[in-house]
C-alpha cells in the first residue's frame, strides 16, 4: 500500500511532462513518511516479528485517511466544470476539512505520542518484545516511529488553523 500511495501521489500527480515529477518539501516529507513506513513493515516481514507494533503504528496514522481521500476527491470534484453547480458541495467539502482536521489532531496529537511510546518501551525494554525483535532492529526502528511523528507537526499546525478559522472563516491550511 505505501509503495503504491507513494508512486501514484508523488510521481503519477506530480509528473510534469518533459521533466518528471515536480514535489515540494512537503512532498518529500510525506514521501519519506512512507519510505520509512515501507521499510518498517518490510523489516518485520522479513523478520517474521513486529507485526503487532506496525499494525498498532498504521491503524493509527491511516484512521483518518478515509476522510482525507473524501476531501482530496471533493477538492477535484470542485475544481471540475461539471460540479460548478452541485449547491452543496463547497459546504460539504468544508464540514469534511473541519472533520478531517480534528480527526487527524485527536490521532496525532491525543493518541499517537502514546502508541509510539507503548512501542518503544515494549520493543526496547520488555523481555518479550526484546525477544521477538532483535535490539539492533528495534533501535533502528525507533527513528521510524519517531520521525513519523515529527514529520506530522506541520499538518497538525495546518489542522489547527483549519479549526481555528472555522467553517468558511478565512483562509484555511493546505491539506
Known sequence: YMIYDSIMGYVVE???PGIGPVLSADDWSYLGHHIL?????TSARLKRAGHMSALMLMFNGEF????MNMHLFMEKALAQE????????PTL???????FSFLYLVCRVAVSPFVIAHVTYDLL????????VPLWLSISWMPMCWGVQIGSIPWIYTCIDTLKNGPGGGEHGEL
Open 37 to 41: 513506513t515501507s521499510l518498517y513493515m
Open 93 to 99: 467539502f468544508t464540514y469534511n476539512e473541519q472533520f
Open 125 to 132: 525494554l520488555t523481555k518479550r518484545g526484546r525477544g521477538d
Open 14 to 16: 506530480t509528473w510534469q
Open 64 to 67: 483518518s485517511a478515509p476522510i
Open 82 to 89: 461539471c460540479c460548478k453547480g452541485i449547491s452543496w458541495l
